[in-house]
């Protein structure tokens, strides 16, 4: 028997086919996509956009944006024309990324503390308009401290405190003025305010007298916190607070100045059920799908699963215009759907779903098309997607 022996490109006479790229390109349908693709729905990010705009100016505070729930520095840049300058960052790498591409105000919320990393955010501070990065503890406050006294210059700091997560922070009251005090002791560094986290509300509070509730006790501890440090003499500049599910609660709390929404601009199914004054049409980013499979009357198969969703086990992806199919297991390439009740789902369809949690997908992908009147208007680059410090 012969072997067929594979030369080049060729086989005998035959070329081998040359694929195409299958990444978004403008103006194409947005039925034309290949699937699974993950898309933003561009109408629902400028409405989301301008209701926290609205929220914020009619309560007279600030919007510093988290950058880690799109990792994209061109709608960073877009978030700053409306709300002012200053983003959060939650990694240095990804910073990094927002200072080189043009955002100008930078806070990182992950403590630095070993020197090859301490000399990548000194490079950040010198190389930003305006710089802060968060501190919780000594042993986080020294080496900083340290690396911009050997680097000749000064860094800000914004103080975290536990206001209810029990991550970090430091104690509200005593302990942070403590800390306030141990900085204000070293030249290179500059107290700029605090921040609370209040990630733990939505799951403590559930209705809307309990969002109030633990709303107001996160500024509670904010308070005191503040009338602490002043009481030694320093300042307190800033107080952020208010994550998407929060804001309009923590906006009306009068020590806040900034509120620090993330994934807001997408809105995503774990937001559905932590915000009630959304639905589905106010949910931006969503995973488009193809059925591959009916091998059964009830159950159907799509082509989206965890290498395009990430394995969030709960929420589950909401579908975005159907109510009779339900989306209940995800293994590494595909979705499980429940049909039962839906008479008219084929292999072949195609089904559009909200994502379970922005975060996953949004660092799982190079490119995020940007949806508008059915067609690809906008091809944003997620550059700061991946990053592992």
């Not at 919320?109 to 990065?133: M, Y």
């Not at 430091?170 to 204000?184: F, M, T």
């Not at 004054?277 to 969503?286: K, N």
């Amino acid at each position: 028997m012969q072997t067929a022996m594979f030369v080049g490109s060729d086989v005998g006479s035959m070329s081998l086919p040359t694929f195409s790229d299958t990444r978004p390109v403008l103006g194409t349908p947005t039925d034309e996509l290949e699937t699974p693709t993950v898309v933003a729905d561009l109408d629902a990010i400028d409405r989301n956009l301008r209701d926290i705009a609205h929220l914020a100016g009619d309560a007279g505070v600030g919007v510093r944006p988290h950058t880690k729930a799109h990792k994209i520095p061109t709608l960073a840049r877009q978030q700053e024309d409306l709300y002012g300058p200053g983003v959060l960052c939650q990694k240095l790498s990804e910073a990094e990324v927002m200072v080189r591409t043009g955002v100008r105000d930078v806070m990182l919320v992950c403590p630095v503390v070993s020197g090859p990393k301490l000399e990548r955010l000194l490079w950040v501070a010198d190389h930003a308009d305006r710089f802060a990065t968060l501190v919780d503890c000594p042993g986080n406050v020294r080496p900083l401290a340290d690396g911009a006294a050997r680097q000749g210059t000064t860094v800000g700091v914004i103080i975290e405190v536990d206001v209810g997560l029990e991550r970090m922070g430091v104690a509200p009251g005593e302990g942070a003025s403590e800390l306030a005090a141990l900085i204000a002791e070293e030249p290179a560094l500059e107290l700029q305010g605090i921040l609370g986290h209040d990630s733990h509300v939505p799951a403590a509070g559930k209705t809307v007298e309990g969002y109030e509730r633990e709303c107001a006790g996160v500024a509670d501890k904010l308070e005191r916190t503040v009338e602490a440090i002043e009481a030694e003499g320093l300042p307190v500049e800033t107080v952020i607070s208010g994550a998407s599910s929060t804001a309009r609660y923590m906006a009306r709390e009068p020590v806040v100045t900034e509120l620090d929404p993330g994934r807001y601009v997408f809105n995503d199914a774990t937001l559905l059920a932590a915000r009630p004054e959304i639905d589905r049409e106010d949910c931006a980013l969503t995973v488009l799908t193809t059925v591959i499979s009916k091998p059964t009357r009830d159950r159907a198969i799509v082509d989206a699963g965890g290498k395009t969703l990430s394995y969030i086990a709960d929420p589950k992806p909401v579908p975005k215009y159907r109510d009779d199919i339900e989306f209940y297991r995800v293994s590494s390439e595909h979705g499980f759907l429940d049909v039962a009740d839906a008479s008219d789902v084929s292999v072949g369809d195609r089904l559009e779903f909200v994502v379970p949690n922005a975060y996953g997908p949004i660092n799982l992908h190079d490119t995020l098309p940007g949806i508008r009147d059915s067609r690809v208007e906008e091809v944003w680059n997620v550059s700061a997607r991946g990053k592992d410090t």
